[in-house]
């Protein structure tokens, strides 16, 4: 179990490291190559489907890129905690962000791309984003159905709801790459502050994913293992001296006479 544990804390941030690594790639690839399609395509929008379009991104960029992510980093703070109140408002919270706003934001995205776009799913944008609109139902329903504390299913329902989770997670961050470049194709706005930005977030937030894992670690730094404890000074305190039987007998003694004259033996 160690090792299953080790290797999920590694998978998860090296997919986070990869996604940061393809949008600069493809960011420079895609200012690079798109300036020649869009002279060659330039397709004229009214500006009531460019603010749709507009629209549909804020959306799904707050509802996958934004607060999923930070719903995945609030439930791991469970983590830490054993039973209690504190673990009851971490968990609603969590609850609350991944269905009442993310799926509920993800789902008005959906329906405003199937009512106004052109869906042909003719690119990965849109395939990948039905991929993702079925996928986060199916991740809610599966939180909905968790088994309780002792269940023989319980490990199996967290290892599919965590595995799904992220790889939606991960996934919908990627699609927001790929939804800036369809943006700029239909257009024909730059989109490299947008994607400089977006990337500094997914930055953080595989920042703040290492660092919950290593904030544990550092807190125990300041106590020993154990019973023991440290003492701010690392002094060592002497124990108490125990006074030998020759050390007693040789000792002076107080006598008292009739009078109650007190005298030295």
């Known amino acids: 179990m160690p090792i299953f544990q080790k290797l999920l804390s590694f998978t998860t941030p090296a997919c ?3 996604l940061v690594f393809l949008s600069f790639v493809g960011c420079s690839s895609h200012e690079f190559s798109g300036r020649k399609r869009i002279n060659n395509n ?8 460019t603010f749709d379009i507009a629209l549909h991104g804020v959306l799904l960029w707050a509802s996958m890129g934004f607060v999923m992510p930070i719903g995945v980093l609030i439930i791991r703070m469970c983590n830490r905690e054993e039973y209690g109140r504190k673990v009851k408002v971490i968990f609603y919270v969590h609850v609350t962000l991944q269905t009442v706003f993310s ?21 990965y944008h849109q395939r990948i984003g039905l991929a993702l609109y079925g996928a986060i139902w199916v991740q809610a329903l599966i939180g909905f159905c968790r088994p309780g504390r002792g269940s023989k299913r319980r490990s199996v329902w967290y290892f599919v709801h965590w595995i799904l989770g992220t790889t939606v997670c991960i996934v919908g961050m990627i699609n927001i790459y790929t939804g800036l470049e369809a943006y700029q194709k239909k257009t024909s706005r730059s989109i490299r502050v947008w994607t400089v930005v977006f990337t ?3 930055c953080l937030m595989a920042f703040l994913y290492l660092f ?12 020993v293992m154990g019973n023991e404890t440290v003492t701010p000074s690392d002094q060592v305190i002497p124990p108490p001296r125990e006074y030998s039987l020759k050390e007693v007998l040789t000792e002076p003694c107080m006598k008292k006479n009739a009078l109650m004259n007190h005298f030295m033996d």
């Open 16 to 18: 986070f490291a990869l």
């Open 42 to 49: 330039v397709h004229k929008l009214s500006p009531h489907m």
């Open 103 to 123: 799926l509920v934001l993800a789902t008005v995205g959906a329906v405003m791309s199937i009512k106004n776009f052109e869906n042909s799913f003719n690119n």
């Open 200 to 202: 500094a977030e997914v």
């Open 212 to 223: 919950q894992d290593k904030w544990e670690y550092m807190q125990k730094q300041r106590v």
